[in-house]
T-cell receptor, first 111, second 112 residues
Framework: AQSVTQPDIHITVSEGASLELRCNYSYGATPYLFWYVQSPGQGLQLLLK??????LVQGIKGFEAEFKRSQSSFNLRKPSVHWSDAAEYFC?????????FGTGTSLTVIP | DTAVSQTPKYLVTQMGNDKSIKCEQNLGHDTMYWYKQDSKKFLKIMFSYNNKELIINETVPNRFSPKSPDKAHLNLHINSLELGDSAVYFC???????????FGPGTRLTVL
């Protein structure tokens, strides 16, 4: 069965520090991959997506993610975190007509 | 212009009542979804409609009934509400599965 794993439930970083959020998936073929962000009390906003092609994808708000087939991973990165990045981050995988979300990583940014 | 909208944003009701949540999208998408997000932020798909036809119907109580009057609308009706139904419900839409999903702002349902 397909699954998405976000191993880090909660991450705390200092403002200005770099960030990497991990995402691993379990699927036989290359799925469509997404990262969404949910600010407190808000809906989910798409940060970036990977369907095919260049394995390093750029998204909004200075985020990027790299698809690594050999590791079944799609980790999200940002070189310098801003206080406004504090939110819940969800990795998602689409296979067929099913969307599978990870359990989310909560990001806290300290001044 | 709101792409995916939901009403109401907040819904507080007593156990046993029947309530509906409405969703509308103006993106021209042909597929719409309902998700439930529990208190631990876990997102679980409930239903998916493509061109007004049900294509995903996960294991949810039959007290939950989606209705799609047209491609732009997918409403969720809940009968005999229970305490465990308290959650945030998100509507989303996409252009065909497996397209990128765009989410509404959510409806926070509280059952007392």
């Amino acid at each position: 069965a397909q699954s998405v794993t976000q191993p880090d439930i909660h991450i705390t970083v200092s403002e200005g520090a770099s960030l990497e959020l991990r995402c691993n998936y379990s699927y036989g073929a290359t799925p469509y991959l997404f990262w969404y962000v949910q600010s407190p009390g808000q809906g989910l906003q798409l940060l970036l997506k990977y369907f095919s092609g260049d394995t390093l994808v750029q998204g909004i708000k200075g985020f990027e993610a790299e698809f690594k087939r050999s590791q079944s991973s799609f980790n999200l990165r940002k070189p310098s975190v801003h206080w406004s990045d504090a939110a819940e981050y969800f990795c998602a995988v689409v296979t067929g007509n099913q969307f599978y979300f990870g359990t989310g990583t909560s990001l806290t940014v300290i001044p | 212009d709101t792409a995916v909208s939901q009403t109401p944003k907040y819904l507080v009701t007593q156990m046993g009542n029947d309530k509906s949540i409405k969703c509308e999208q103006n993106l021209g998408h042909d597929t719409m979804y309902w998700y439930k997000q529990d208190s631990k932020k876990f997102l679980k798909i409930m239903f998916s409609y493509n061109n007004k036809e049900l294509i995903i119907n996960e294991t949810v109580p039959n007290r939950f009934s989606p209705k799609s009057p047209d491609k732009a609308h997918l409403n969720l009706h809940i009968n005999s509400l229970e305490l465990g139904d308290s959650a945030v419900y998100f509507c989303a839409s996409s252009q065909g599965p497996p397209g990128t999903q765009y989410f509404g702002p959510g409806t926070r349902l509280t059952v007392l």
